[in-house]
């Protein structure tokens, strides 16, 4: 995702590989919140490289079908908000819902998904630090 530099092509690829996955699982009769959580939140990460809106909107929609979920899913539907208002140059949105992300961490129960959870979370704290990145795919 954060690979310094990459191509138009391959920025395209990602998130056409991604519309698709979303699209197989959303065909599914079997796809519930979970996948939905799942499939949004990859669709907001992928969007970062071409639109912070977009990667918004993705995110907002990844929230709407994790709020029953276990607070892993909740966690990184806020991690996913963070980013989105990040590359949008939206520093302090950013860092409140980090500070949510961070709340919902606490309460997963599962060391491994906290961990991951916790990392990415932390990650994107730094990146906070840092200005704002530069769109991707522009080779």
Known sequence: MLKP???VEETRLMVTLNQASLYDWLSRADCGDKER????????RKALLQNG???KRRAEVCLS??????PFYLGYAYEALGRSAWVSGRQTAALAVVKQGEAY???VK???ERD???HDLEEL???LSMPKPTKAGTR
């Open 116 to 118: 991951y959870l916790c």
């Open 37 to 44: 959580s799942i499939g949004y939140w990859q669709a907001s």
């Open 125 to 127: 704290r730094q990146a």
């Open 5 to 7: 530099e990459r191509t």
């Open 53 to 55: 809106v977009e990667a």
């Open 110 to 112: 599962r060391r491994h």
């Open 105 to 107: 961490a606490l309460l």
């Open 65 to 70: 079908h994790s709020a029953l979920l276990e």
